[in-house]
């Protein structure tokens, strides 16, 4: 999967308020590379990319009466097979619907969870486990993500110009008021991205996902 950035340079420059073609700070082309570098830093305090979307073959192993499955990436964009594995290592596809008619065998019931329920019993020929080929994955990155990327941006390309020995003192005065006053801010964002991270999803008081 190719990664995406959670902010734009039009962005960067609208919360600072300024316009880094003006030689006021990094170029643009170094501001691009540090919104690169902060999205995924934001990443990794969610434990997780918040925005793309990727393909993935998950397995599952069975168990008697098995009503449902709890993929673990999330959210789901859309599920391409739900297959039994058999133990002579045949695969057989499930078929999706949600008519409890005898034809169809699972549905997605929730795509944040993650969750995949069975209409009826499964696994009964199953004595290994079930593969799942799913794409889960978000088109753009939660508004918490967007802001703490916008903002270890700006105190990066401050930090940079503060340490620049040919920056005009005039320069450096702009930017310690917006390394200032982005101190407190940027760590709360972090956090909220930290709440981001994967949990386990309770289903009829069974755990499941992780």
Known sequence: MVALDYATLAEVEAYAGIDFSDGIGPTDDQIASFITDASRLVDSYAGRQLAGTTTHEEFHDSTFKMRHLVLKHRPIVSITSVQEVHSNGNLVDLVEGRNRDGVHDWWLEDEEA????FHHRVGLN???FFKVTYV???TTAPIEAKMATIMLVIRRAARAALNDEN????IKEMWRPLLADTEKDYREMLERVRRMSYSSVAVF?????L
């Not at 993650?114 to 329920?117: A, E, K, M, P, Y």
């Open 205 to 209: 008081g069974t755990a499941g996902g």
């Open 167 to 170: 920056c005009t003192e005039r």
């Open 114 to 117: 993650g969750i995949i329920r």
């Open 126 to 128: 199953t004595e290994q």
């Open 136 to 138: 889960s994955g978000a």
